[in-house]
Every structure is written in structure tokens, then in C-alpha cells.
């Protein structure tokens, strides 16, 4: 099994920057490809960002693309979001998830384990 835990939402105004952690517990995230996605009320949850263990390979949706940045600690079994030049659409609740066999997916019902959730609120 393993746990994740979300931390670093809050509201913030557009243009503004957030930085969104997921800490790990439980086992190491070395067999795990890891991912970042949101979902906004009304809206299906949606993938922002991936990478796999050794963050050799990073991925990101269009909207995400140029803004946000992806980053693992391995040693703090602990995986990074950094939003910067955030948007008002970029609102959401955030979810990081974690999928065996490294492999990336944008598809969430390929992840196996998933975090709480932290908000991000960006206002205008």
C-alpha cells in the first residue's frame, strides 16, 4: 500500500505561483510512475503532469505545458507540482497518483493509489 498526502494549495491571483507536494508513505516510489491531476466541479478529472522514477521522462497536458513543472525528491519520497503563471481556469482540486510499473498514463483509472486532494483556487 501506499499513502499520499497532498499539501500546498491555496487561493492565489492569476499570475500568481503555487508550489503542490505529494509525500509518499507506505513503500518507496521507486517502482512508480507518478502523476498530477485535477478536477474542476462539473468537469472529469483530467491529467496535468507525469513522470516516471528517475524523472528521465516528464509529461504534461497542453494546458499545462510551459507553465508548470513536474519534479521528484527520491530521497524524501516526495513528488512536486510547481504552477507558476496560474489562471483562473487552472481552479481545481489537485490529486497526485501513483501508478505501478513506471509507465506513465494520462488516464486515471490506469493509477493505483491516489491522495486527498488539495484545492487551488485562482481568482481574477
Known amino acids: 500500500q501506499v499513502q499520499l498526502v497532498e499539501s500546498g494549495g491555496g487561493l492565489v491571483q492569476a499570475g500568481g505561483s503555487l508550489r503542490l507536494s505529494c509525500a509518499a508513505s507506505g513503500r518507496t516510489l521507486s517502482n512508480y510512475a507518478m502523476g498530477w491531476f485535477r478536477q474542476a466541479p462539473g468537469k472529469e478529472r483530467e491529467f496535468v503532469a507525469g513522470n516516471t522514477y528517475s524523472a528521465g521522462s516528464t509529461y504534461y497536458a497542453d494546458s499545462a505545458k510551459g507553465r508548470f513543472t513536474i519534479s521528484r525528491d527520491n530521497a524524501k519520497n516526495t513528488v512536486y507540482l510547481q504552477m507558476n503563471s496560474l489562471k483562473p481556469e487552472d481552479t481545481a482540486v489537485y490529486y497526485c497518483?501513483?501508478?505501478?510499473?513506471?509507465?506513465?498514463?494520462?488516464?486515471?483509472?490506469?493509477?493505483?493509489?491516489w491522495g486527498q486532494g488539495t484545492q487551488v483556487t485562482v481568482s481574477s
Open positions: 497518483a501513483a501508478k505501478a510499473f513506471r509507465v506513465v498514463s494520462t488516464d486515471p483509472k490506469r493509477y493505483d493509489y
